[in-house]
Structures are given as C-alpha cells and as structure tokens.
C-alpha cells in the first residue's frame, strides 16, 4: 500500500489532495503541519497520522520522513531552505518520489508576463530540486480558485503557459497531486504547468 507524506498539509491544495486521497484511493497518509489543530477531524481515520512539526527541522523531519513512497510538498515560507531541507531528508531515507507545488510564470513562460523577483524564491526552490536526483514532479498552477470542478491541462518546462488569465480549481490541482502519486512512472523529472481547461475533466 502506497504511503504519502504531505508537508504543509495544512495549505489550500493539500486539504483538498487528503478529501481525495481519502475518497479516491487506499493510501496511506502522514499529515505534517506545523499547527495540526485543524487537522484534527482526520485523526481518527484509520489511514491517516497527523504529525506536527517544522520542514526545517532537520531533526524531526528525518523522524517523520522515512518508510514513505511519495513527498508532497505544499509549502509557503523559505522555499530554497524548505527545497533544501526536504531535498536532503528524502536522500537519505532513500525515498525517490517528490510532488512539489511551485508557480506559474518561474521560467517566463506566461505569454506577455514578466513576474520578476517576486518568483525568486519559487524559482530557487525549483532549481534545488531540478539539480537533485528524485523522482520529481514540479507543477506550476495558474491562479487559483475554489471552484467545486476538476478540469484542467498541463504543459511542459519549456512551453508557454495557457490560459494565464484565467484561475484554475485547487480541486483541479488536488487530482493531479493524487494521480501522480499512485502513479510512480508519471511525468518523472518534469515540470508542469497546470491550468484551466477540459483535457481532464471529472
């Protein structure tokens, strides 16, 4: 059984992700937040472990980290430090796969938009794992919108970013969070912009 570990599990994205896991799949997941108040209405699932604490204590991480088959990181903070950290713990527990949540608009790829400095620390974070040897895959969503639909398509580091201007769903998001993480061998070591559309629609 497949056992995932959400960083930041208390973001957005990553409570929209647990309602799916939870409903869509059998994994097993570990919630690590730093306050785990609102996670409490998942303790008493048999499937779920909320732990509280710090990506960037290293010390804790390597306690909570090993014995998992997929990272997923939704984080806000320090982001290369976070990269970094996560980067490093997973090497050594000899865990390989890494979903982490970025930006658009980290390699200038929206159409007519230049974001400037305000996506340094994105585009750090995303140059520290992109220089690691796991199993990564980054995605890079357009504006977000909590919109109660899944649909939405993706592009390639490399290819402009569609739609820009228009917001996709965390809930669209959230299903791709889910389907790279049952899925071992999708979109390994890439990159991808994630924005509205009907491609994939549920």
């Known amino acids: 059984m497949t056992r995932v570990l959400i960083l930041g599990a208390n973001g957005q994205i990553a409570r929209v992700a647990t309602d799916l896991f939870l409903a869509r799949t059998d994994v097993q997941l570990t919630l ?3 306050q ?3 996670l ?3 303790s008493g699932n048999p499937r779920v472990q909320v732990v509280g604490g710090d990506v960037l204590d290293l010390k804790g991480l390597e306690v909570v980290m090993p014995g998992h088959d997929v990272v997923y990181a939704n984080l806000a903070g320090p982001l290369e430090q976070l990269a970094r950290a996560i980067v490093k713990t997973m090497v050594k527990a000899r865990i390989k796969r890494l979903i982490f949540i970025s930006s658009m608009g980290i390699y200038d790829e929206v159409p007519g938009e230049r974001y400037g ?3 340094d620390p994105y585009r750090k974070a995303a140059a520290v794992i992109e220089a690691s040897d796991l199993d990564y895959t980054v995605l890079r969503p357009a504006w977000l919108s909590d919109r ?3 649909a939405y398509g993706t592009t390639q580091k490399g290819e402009p970013f569609q739609a820009a201007g228009e917001s996709v769903s965390r ?3 959230a299903d791709l969070v889910a389907l790279l993480a049952i899925t071992p061998s999708l979109e390994i070591r890439q990159s991808l912009g994630v924005h509205r559309d009907g491609t994939h629609v549920r």
Request: aromatic letters at 12%; a positive charge.
């Open 171 to 173: 809930k669209s998001v």
């Open 36 to 38: 785990i108040r609102r």
């Open 40 to 42: 409490q209405q998942f």
């Open 117 to 119: 400095s305000i996506l």
């Open 32 to 34: 690590f937040a730093r």
């Open 148 to 150: 109660d639909e899944i």
